[in-house]
């Protein structure tokens, strides 16, 4: 099993900072792809930014210049930088992962595995 836990959200004032992490564990072969999605109460989780294993980012033109999106391999861990928040930026965050793991060594499957999510809260 992979299993992918995220910590740091909390309460930040508008203008403030967070650093979101998100730890993969378990049994796998390597981690491809790795982003943060996020979603608000009423709305469609949405997509923040995304980070490939060399490093190639993603972001959605909304948190452009504030957020950033960064991994450490060497850990399995994504982190997301959230500067200049704004109370729009309030939702449930939620990182996931596209994992390589392999069946009794036959075969090898890519899969997509998603965290527990952290609220992330911006008071104006």
């Known amino acids: 099993q992979v299993q992918l836990v995220e910590s740091g959200g909390g309460l930040v004032q508008a203008g403030g900072s967070l650093r979101l992490s998100c730890a993969a564990s378990?049994?796998?072969?390597?981690?491809?792809?790795m982003g943060w999605y996020r979603q608000a109460p009423g709305k469609q989780r949405e997509l923040v930014a995304t980070?490939?294993?060399?490093?190639?980012?993603n972001y959605r033109d909304s948190v452009k210049g504030r957020f950033t999106i960064s991994r450490d391999n060497t850990k399995n861990t994504v982190y997301l930088q959230t500067n200049t928040s704004k109370p729009e930026d309030t939702a449930v965050y939620y990182c996931n992962a596209v994992v390589e793991r392999s069946y009794k060594g036959v075969f090898n499957r890519s899969e997509l595995y998603w965290g527990q999510g952290t609220q992330v809260s911006v008071s104006s």
């Open positions: 980070v490939t294993n060399g490093g190639r980012t």
């Open positions: 378990g049994s796998f072969i390597s981690i491809g792809l």
